[in-house]
């Protein structure tokens, strides 16, 4: 059974910067991909990036060029880099990963930005 607990969240002010991590435990293989999620106060849970098994990466819109994901596989972690940071972006953010053919979630860490 994989497990994945998320840290660094916390209140920052708009402008700022936080880097979320995802450690990963519970398997022996590497994952087909990872995913950061979030969802906000009233809204519906929105996939933020993605990071591949070969590195691929994508984001979504809105996060484009302030959010950066990366990976350290020899500590099993994924990292959310995010910077300029806006009230927007306020919500819990979860990491899940695909371990064909299982998908697991973490259980989220908050993330307020003050205006």
């Known amino acids: 059974q994989v497990q994945l607990v998320e840290s660094g969240g916390g209140l920052v002010q708009a402008g700022g910067s936080l880097r979320l991590s995802c450690v990963a435990s519970?398997?022996?293989?590497?994952?087909?991909?990872m995913y950061w999620y979030r969802q906000g106060p009233g809204k519906e849970r929105e996939l933020v990036a993605t990071i591949t098994r070969a590195g691929g990466t994508n984001y979504a819109d809105s996060v484009k060029g302030r959010f950066t994901i990366s990976r350290d596989n020899a500590k099993n972690t994924v990292y959310l880099q995010m910077n300029s940071l806006k009230p927007e972006d306020t919500a819990v953010y979860y990491c899940r990963g695909y371990y064909y053919p299982t998908y697991y979630w973490g259980q989220g860490t908050q993330v307020t930005v003050s205006s």
């Open positions: 519970g398997s022996r293989f590497s994952p087909n991909a």
